[in-house]
Structure formats: C-alpha cells, structure tokens
C-alpha cells in the first residue's frame, strides 16, 4: 500500500468506495471534487491509499483556513478494514499538515462510531464538545473532537 495526494482520476474510484459504505458520507460527485479546490484562504488535502494496480484502499479529505483544518471525510473499503489503513492515511495527513505549519485539525464523528471514536483517540484526538441532532438519517449527535498539529512554538 502506498499512499499519495488524490488527483482527479482517482474521482471515480472514490466516489464508488463510498457509496459501498454504510457508514460513509453519502455525498454528490461534486462535493468529492470540491477536494481539489482551494480559495478564499480555505486550503484542501485529499490523499488515497493505493493498492495493486491502482486499487483505492482508502481515502482521507481535509480542509480548512490556517492555523486550524478539519477532517472532512475518511473512509477505508470493507476488504481493508482493520489493517492499519485508517491510521496510515491519518498519520501521513497529520504529517503533512504539520509541514505547511497546521496548528489543529478538528472532527465530527457520530456518537455511536465506537471503531472512530476509538482510532481518533488512539491518534491524539480529544473530545471537546457534542452536538445534538448533528446527523441526519438516522438523527444522530456528533462529537466534536480536536487534535493538536503544532505547539505554540511550532513544534509537533
């Protein structure tokens, strides 16, 4: 498994990986495609983790207005589930987030996602907050979790 920045011939394969997925954002192609847009100071990091042939593992999108980012979506295939992918993705976007000096990424994740929950935690994440009714079909509270990039003093 390799991972590298999302291109937009990696659109289709991404947008297939999420619909397969119960638990992911059902979102419009065009939403995916708005990974690659910057502007108005808002900056994205869309990254896809490969495997084989140019099978999509797994993807994580985030975008945000410095010194802070957030965690817009993460998703990893059925077949690739509990393997270390989520986590690879996540370390390499914190990682890069850190080189273009991020100072916190911030998150939304649904109050019944133990497995998130727990990988979040697992990788530095810290609950700060809940919101009611955050989640639409079912109705659902998000909780609100934050991590940080850089210290202060701009070291990680």
Known sequence: MRIREMVAGDLEGVVRLAQGLAGAPQWARSVYE???KDGAGLVRLALVAVVGEGGRAGFVGAGGVWPEVELESIAVGSAWQ????????????????????????????RASNAAARGLYEAVGFLVVG???????????????????????????
């Open 34 to 36: 708005g990974f690659f």
């Open 82 to 109: 509990r393997q270390g992918v989520a986590r690879a993705l996540l370390a390499e976007l914190l990682g890069r987030l850190a080189e273009r000096r991020y100072e916190q990424i911030n998150l939304e994740v």
């Open 130 to 156: 809940r919101r009611e009714g955050y989640y639409a079909d079912p109705v659902e509270d998000a909780v609100v979790m934050m991590r940080p990039i850089l210290g202060r003093d701009g070291a990680e």
